[in-house]
């Protein structure tokens, strides 16, 4: 998938305990994003980071937080896991910000997180 | 205002057939509007996109028609392969760059 591994592919957890996602890229773009794939609302932009150390905000970011300090490294943490939680995320690079035919959004193949 | 409507929710074609995927959208900033092709295990992947000042865009059995006036843009699949078996989703790119995504389609061909 493009130079990007996510880790770890599946995990359950129980609800309240700390979960951290990793996603690995090795294509240097600048920009990360992490979503989340649930049935019936197709992909939602929970973080995503311009740079390391530059982060911000998605349509869905209450209850995660991110962390970027290599360029290749994107983070994704719940703090304290809910079972509403239970998802597929996805990280996804961009070399620009403007996504377009000539900047393309490229995904990784998924983390499945189940929160018991 | 930042929607993107997509239908059907699940669709069943016959090889040979056309498969027809629909997305409908309220916000006129829109400016762009990719498709994305999901394999079961995969992240999704950029399949085709078009720009609202054209009307069809088509790459091999691909084709995206647009209706800017209707706010309405479809996917059409000619010839459609058991390899076209996949989920599709629609998605428009806001005026922040983000892309708003509709909800799926999961596209079923019968051999």
């Known amino acids: 998938d493009a130079g990007i591994t996510q880790s770890p592919r599946h995990k359950v957890t129980e609800t309240g305990t700390p979960v951290t996602l990793r996603c690995h890229q090795t294509?240097?773009?600048?920009?990360m994003y992490w979503y989340r794939q649930d049935p019936g609302h197709g992909l939602r932009l929970i973080h995503y980071?311009?740079?390391?150390?530059?982060?911000d905000k998605g349509e869905v970011s209450d209850g995660y937080s991110v962390s970027r300090s290599k360029t290749e490294d994107f983070l994704l943490t719940l703090e304290s896991a809910t079972s509403s939680q239970t998802s597929v995320y996805f990280c996804?690079?961009?070399?620009?910000?403007?996504?377009?035919?000539?900047?393309?959004?490229?995904f990784g193949a998924g983390s499945r997180l189940t929160v018991l | 205002q930042q929607q993107v409507k997509q239908s059907p929710q699940s669709l069943i074609v016959q090889k040979g057939g056309i498969s027809i995927i629909n997305c409908a959208y309220e916000?006129?900033?829109?400016?762009?509007f990719p498709w994305y092709q999901q394999f079961p295990g995969k992240g999704p992947a950029l399949l085709i996109a078009i720009r609202p000042d054209v009307s069809e865009k088509k790459e091999g059995r691909f084709t995206i028609s647009f209706n800017k006036s209707a706010k309405q843009f479809s996917l059409h699949i000619m010839d459609s392969q058991p390899g076209d078996s996949a989920t599709y989703f629609c998605?428009?790119?806001?005026?922040?760059?983000?892309?708003?995504w509709g909800a799926g389609t999961k596209l079923i061909i019968k051999p």
């Open positions: 916000n006129t900033a829109f400016d762009y």
């Open positions: 996804a690079i961009s070399a620009q910000g403007q996504i377009s035919g000539a900047n393309v959004l490229t």
């Open positions: 998605a428009a790119r806001s005026s922040n760059y983000q892309l708003i």
């Open positions: 294509e240097n773009h600048r920009y």
């Open positions: 980071s311009y740079g390391v150390k530059d982060t």
